[in-house]
C-alpha cells in the first residue's frame, strides 16, 4: 500500500511524494487523513529551514495538526471503528521518564511529537492521506465534525492548557496580544471558562475582525489605534490576565503596563530573546508564566469540537488540496489574509 506524503528537504523545498504504507501492527490503526493544519512550526520550517535551534536536518513529512478516519484496526484494537472519524493526538510523551513518571508528560525527556525536527533522527508528521498510529492517539469525533475544524484540537488543546495556566478565569478581565490561530483559540478557551471581558489586539484588521465574531468585547489594532491601549495602563493597568500570544516585544511591553499588580501573563507566543522591563514586573508582583503544549486538554479539545461547544471555524481561513501545498504554505505566511490555512488529503 502507498500514500502520498508531503515532504520539507529544506528551505522552500516541499515535494509530494509516494511512500509505503505498513499494515497496522498490535495496538495500532491506519488512518486515512482528511486535513491537517498548517502551524507556525511547519511554516517555519518551510520558511527558513527551522526556527532557532532546531533545524531540519534530513527530509521530514511535516504536520501535526491531523485529523482523518479509522481506515484498519491493528490486532487487540476494540476502543475504535472502522469508519470512525478521529482527531490524532501528535504528542507521543515516553510515559516511562522522570517527568513522566510524575505527569509533567508534555516535559518528557523522550517525547515524540508529529512533525518535530527537534530530535534526531526527525519525527515524521501527518503530511499524508494514510499513517499509521497507535489507537491510544485518536480521539472520536462525530461523523458530523469536519475534518479541518477535528484537526483544530491540536492548536485548541495548546490554548486550553495556557488557560489552564492562567488560573482564575471566571469573572476577569483578559488581554489578548496576538490574534493568529492560537490568540482566537485563547480568546474561545477564556470565554469558555467565564471570562468578564476579553480584549484583543494585532496588527491587522482582518483578523481581528475574527476576533470580534468569536466574542471578542474589544479589538484594538496596535498599529493604526496605539492610543488605544493608553487607558488601560492608568493606575498600574487593568487587566488580570493577559495571553501574550504574538512574542512581539512591544506587545509583550504592552501586556506588562496594562495588566494589574498581581495579574499574570501567560507567555503563549515562543521567539528568542525578547528586552522585559524587570522593574515592572518586580514593583507590580507580576505573575509571568509559560506555557508549553498539552496533555490530557487534547482529549478535551476533541470533545469540545465535537459537541459545538467552541466553535473553530471561524480560525480557518483556507483550504487547499495536498497537491497546492506550495501555494498554501504560501498564503499561510501571509497575516493579512491567512489565520488558520488547512491542507485537504484523499479521504476528505
Ligand atoms: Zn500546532
Ligand atoms: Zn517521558
Redesign the pocket.
Known amino acids: 500500500m502507498e500514500t502520498r506524503v508531503c515532504r520539507l528537504y529544506g528551505q522552500h523545498d516541499l515535494r509530494i511524494e509516494t511512500a509505503d504504507v505498513p499494515q497496522p501492527g498490535p495496538g495500532e490503526v491506519l488512518v486515512a487523513i482528511g486535513a491537517g493544519g498548517i502551524?507556525g512550526?511547519d511554516l517555519h520550517y518551510f520558511q527558513d529551514g527551522g526556527f532557532g535551534p532546531i533545524r531540519v536536518r534530513e527530509p521530514i513529512i511535516l504536520g501535526?495538526?491531523i485529523a482523518g478516519t479509522i481506515s484498519a484496526l491493528g490486532e487487540g484494537v476494540t476502543s475504535l471503528k472502522v469508519g470512525q472519524k478521529v482527531a490524532v493526538n501528535p504528542s507521543r510523551p515516553c510515559r516511562t521518564c522522570k517527568y513522566c513518571t510524575e505527569g509533567l508528560f508534555a516535559h518528557c525527556l523522550a517525547m515524540r511529537f508529529m512533525g518535530s525536527a527537534l530530535r534526531f533522527p526527525h519525527e515524521q508528521g501527518g503530511f499524508r492521506d494514510l499513517v499509521v498510529t497507535d489507537a491510544i492517539q485518536c480521539e472520536p469525533v462525530g461523523a458530523h465534525v469536519d475534518h479541518a475544524e477535528a484537526a483544530c484540537a491540536?492548536?485548541l488543546a495548546v490554548c486550553l492548557h495556557a488557560a489552564n495556566q492562567a488560573g482564575q478565569l471566571e469573572g476577569r478581565h483578559v488581554l489578548i496580544t496576538g490574534a493568529g490561530p492560537i490568540g482566537l483559540l485563547c480568546l474561545a478557551a477564556a470565554r469558555r471558562a467565564g471570562a468578564a471581558s476579553i480584549t484583543v489586539t494585532d496588527l491587522q484588521d482582518a483578523t481581528l475582525a475574527v476576533a470580534t465574531r468569536m466574542g471578542a468585547s474589544q479589538t484594538i489594532n496596535v498599529m493604526t489605534q496605539p492610543e488605544a491601549l493608553e487607558p488601560f495602563k492608568a493606575d498600574k493597568g487593568h487587566f488580570n490576565v493577559v495571553f501574550e500570544c504574538s512574542a512581539a516585544a512591544p506587545a509583550l511591553r504592552a501586556a506588562i503596563e496594562c495588566v494589574r499588580p498581581r495579574g499574570r501573563i501567560v507567555q503563549v507566543g515562543v521567539t528568542g530573546d525578547l528586552p522585559i522591563p524587570v522593574n515592572l514586573i518586580v514593583g507590580k508582583e507580576i505573575e509571568f508564566v509559560g506555557t508549553h503544549r498539552f496533555h490530557e486538554e487534547y482529549a478535551l479539545a476533541a470533545r469540545l469540537i465535537d459537541s459545538g461547544e467552541i466553535d473553530v471555524k471561524p480560525v480557518i481561513s483556507h483550504r487547499f488540496a495536498l497537491d497546492d501545498a506550495e501555494e498554501a504554505f504560501r498564503i499561510a505566511g501571509d497575516r493579512s489574509q491567512a489565520i488558520k490555512v488547512s491542507l485537504t488529503f484523499a479521504s476528505a
Open positions: 502551524c512550526s501535526h495538526e491540536e492548536p
